[in-house]
């Protein structure tokens, strides 16, 4: 009864977003549907079965209902709904879309650097070296995440108002970080290098969910995909590293140089184009993964519970806490964004109809710890600014670590009321997906809005 109750309230929340249907009508047909759901379930048919079964029934709101059942098209209604006639079948896994955006990409990534060359300076030898001019490393991430974007609106077929929307943060950002009047070397330039590949990150999950933004299913189905892709980009750089490896030991002999020379035109091409590769084996070799992910949350949860809580009790016993050096804020700040990621990702592997299990503490003690250690380091954070001022770094850091406890808070309750049968599992996957555009915005906020206010310094 509670993955039905679960199923219900999903569908409720689809059926309240459309615009002919009042609060009443949508009580009224709750109704309808759960004695369709009572009649199928006494005619034998499983509690799946009967609610996907009771939603078609659903007479004037038949098309809704399966617009429903396709946006839920991750789990059992892929299994159960047939595809609609008017939905277009795929002539192809992608492959060539993938060779071309990629290729592009390498190209690119060349192009910046050779452009970016200085005489006698070590941006020869790779694409960052000392001497480069300051516009590369802020133009990094326009280097190739554009043609992600660019892949997967091919990919689902945008219309020319798709691909416009696609590609209007780029434009804007590109406009924005080229604009402004940077100081050389100033501390909101490097926020806006570090900062910047995140929100065109976020960005293209436009594409990636064919412009349903406001689909929590989608949403997830994006972080689903980072996860994985973070795997198999992983993978391919460690083949790529061993390849590159062997290849310059062959080369040596004939060429001291050879080597060198291979590595600068290799490696940026190699780790630009592997970008959209990536995106292409996700998309096409889905249930090679999926299979991974489990074994994968199940092996890292419990470890970086244990890192976490014995950390945060060290600290907190020891009064380390308050002497928390610049670096090591920077360390704490990382870890956490990883075990945001961890639990994000242990989220979207997770069957939301299975009840509570041992994972789900484990991850509530990760959870917890971290919150520990994040209050700990905005103590630390908060008397660093009382002492030596606001600068761009430090306000930075403060704002990331705020998005982070408010999530992180979030996760913690909704976790335990789940673990005490208070929720069902969909009210923290909920919860997640809302809170993902926070850390979008604030990526976009320091990127546009830090360099503003701190005067470009």
């Known amino acids: 009864m509670d993955r039905v109750e679960s199923q219900i309230a999903e569908w409720r929340a689809y059926v309240e977003k459309a615009p002919a249907v009042n609060g009443r009508d949508v009580d009224e047909l709750e109704g309808h549907l759960r004695e369709q759901i ?19 029934r ?11 059942a396709r946006e839920h098209s991750g789990r059992l209604w892929k299994q159960l709904v047939p595809p609609a006639e008017d939905e277009p079948a795929r002539t192809s896994d992608g492959a060539f879309e993938a060779f071309f955006f990629g290729l592009a990409a390498a190209v690119a990534i060349q192009i910046a650097r050779l452009a970016a060359q200085v005489p006698g300076g070590e941006s020869e030898f790779f694409l960052f070296g000392e001497g480069e001019p300051s516009w590369l490393a802020r133009n990094a991430g326009f280097f190739v995440l554009p043609f992600v974007a660019g892949y997967f609106a091919r990919r689902r077929r945008l219309d020319l108002k798709g691909w416009l929307l696609a590609a209007s943060p780029f434009v804007l950002a590109l406009l924005v970080v080229n604009l402004y ?3 050389a070397g100033s501390d909101t330039e490097l926020l806006v290098v570090l900062h910047l590949p995140v929100a065109l990150w976020f960005a293209i999950a436009y594409p990636y969910m064919s412009g349903m933004l406001r689909s929590h299913e989608r949403r997830m189905d994006f972080v689903r995909f980072t996860g994985e892709w973070v795997i198999y980009y992983t993978l391919i750089a460690l083949g790529g590293g061993v390849l590159m490896l062997l290849t310059g ?29 990536a995106a292409w084996l ?5 249930r090679v993964v999926e299979n991974m992910a489990p074994v994968l949350t199940m092996l890292f949860t419990p470890l970086f519970a244990v890192m976490l809580t014995v950390a945060a009790v060290t600290y907190a016993a020891t009064g380390l806490a308050g002497a928390f050096d610049r670096e090591l804020l920077g360390v704490f700040d990382a870890l956490l964004i990883v075990v945001l990621g961890l639990v ?54 403060l704002g990331l670590n705020l998005v982070l406890l408010v999530n992180l808070a979030g996760a913690a309750w909704l976790s335990m009321k789940f673990l005490r049968e208070q929720v069902a599992f969909h009210r923290l996957e909920r919860w997640q997906t809302s809170y993902l555009p926070f850390f979008a915005l604030w990526a976009a906020a320091v990127v546009a809005v830090f360099p503003l206010v701190f005067g470009f310094t």
Do not use: C, H
Request: aromatic content about 4%; hydrophobic content about 55%; overall charge negative.
């Open 38 to 56: 009572a009649e199928l379930d006494g005619a034998g048919l499983s509690a799946d079965e009967a609610f996907l079964v009771a939603v078609r």
């Open 249 to 277: 030991l062959i080369l040596e002999p004939i060429d001291p140089d050879l080597p060198e020379r291979m590595i600068v035109w290799v490696l940026p091409s190699g780790a630009a184009g592997a970008v959209i590769i």
């Open 58 to 68: 659903m007479g004037d709101l038949d098309a809704l209902s399966m617009e429903f």
């Open 181 to 183: 009047p940077f100081a």
């Open 344 to 397: 994000l990702y242990a989220m979207s592997a997770r069957e939301p109809s299975q009840p509570a299990g041992w994972m789900d503490r484990v991850q509530l003690v990760a959870i917890g710890s971290a919150l520990a250690l994040d209050v700990m380091v905005l103590g630390t954070m908060l008397a660093r600014i009382g002492e030596l001022g606001l600068t761009p770094n430090r306000a930075a850091a």
């Open 282 to 286: 996700v998309e096409s070799k889905q």
